[in-house]
């Protein structure tokens, strides 16, 4: 009897360990479902391209075939194309986190204050209309052909989404849990991380999602006016000598870096949000 009875505990223990991996198990299966649904498409358009530049229903010379764009990207390595990667990289990199700083001090500037919204908002406002290429003029005259106007445009690209996302996360922060929280006498610090913080956390994420992408944007016409390294230099080079394939290497290469530095973010946005939920 005892022996019978140990048996079917042990029989219902691992009944529920099943039970409990059995989520985990059908989420697993439907990450891996939506990836494979995700790939329907681009590898639909890619086959339909290379079967029609094969069966010469598209000329080659205007939109190559994967398979040779596959064989320009491997005759690039060899000729320096990390150093492309590279560069476009820390460009962004180094554009991105000086524009977002910026934006997340001036952005909590004007969600806090009134004051501060009606002194920087409207001008804020008009630059953001300004497009990416009317800066490079101004830049190039100030700060000349190095580095500096090539940062310095990828930081305004990736400001203003930024800026949007913290001044609207904050302004739209339910004024009762600010009023409840000046009640229990909080320090404006302790309002900021308790409060304000987890409260405009979405906002603020969405904005540096933005912020990087548009990064990526802004890189690209930096690097088309002047520059002698990077994946921008490569897209000017492939039409300065009619190159087709060299264009579209550089446009899949920019497509597969900006998708990956999302997924970045938005593991750090799924991450943080956890954060939030947990500590609140």
């Known amino acids: 009897m005892a022996t019978s009875a140990t048996a079917v505990a042990a029989e219902a223990t691992v009944v529920a360990a099943e039970a409990s991996d059995a989520p985990d198990v059908r989420a697993g299966d439907g990450r891996r479902r939506r990836a494979l649904l995700g790939l329907l498409l681009p590898v639909t358009a890619l086959l339909a391209v290379e079967l029609s530049v094969r069966a010469g229903l598209i000329p080659a010379n205007l939109l190559p075939a994967p398979s040779q764009i596959i064989d320009t990207l491997r005759d690039l390595g060899a000729q320096g194309l990390l150093g492309h990667i590279g560069a476009s990289t820390l460009r962004v990199a180094a554009g991105f986190a000086s524009g977002a700083a910026l934006a997340v001090l001036l952005g909590a500037a004007v969600g806090l204050s009134r004051h501060a919204e009606a002194l920087l908002d409207p001008s804020f406002q008009a ?19 190095d580095e500096a106007p090539k940062i310095v445009l990828i930081a305004i690209g990736a400001f203003f989404p930024v800026y949007m996302g913290v001044a609207s996360g904050i302004r739209g922060v339910d004024r009762k849990l600010i009023e409840v929280a000046r009640l229990y006498r909080l320090s404006a610090v302790a309002l900021t991380r308790r409060v304000l913080l987890p409260a405009a956390l979405p906002a603020i994420l969405t904005g540096l999602r933005n912020g990087l992408s548009l990064a990526w944007m802004f890189m690209v016409a930096a690097e088309l006016i002047a520059a002698s390294k990077g994946l921008g230099y490569l897209l000017s080079d492939g039409r300065e000598t009619s190159r087709a394939d060299i264009v579209l290497a550089a446009i899949a290469l920019l497509a597969i870096l900006g998708k990956a530095s999302d997924s970045l973010m938005a593991a750090i946005e799924k991450r943080s949000l956890a954060w939030r939920d947990s500590y609140v």
């Open 127 to 145: 630059l953001r209309a300004i497009p990416s290429l009317a800066w490079v003029p101004l830049l190039l005259l100030w700060l000349g052909i």
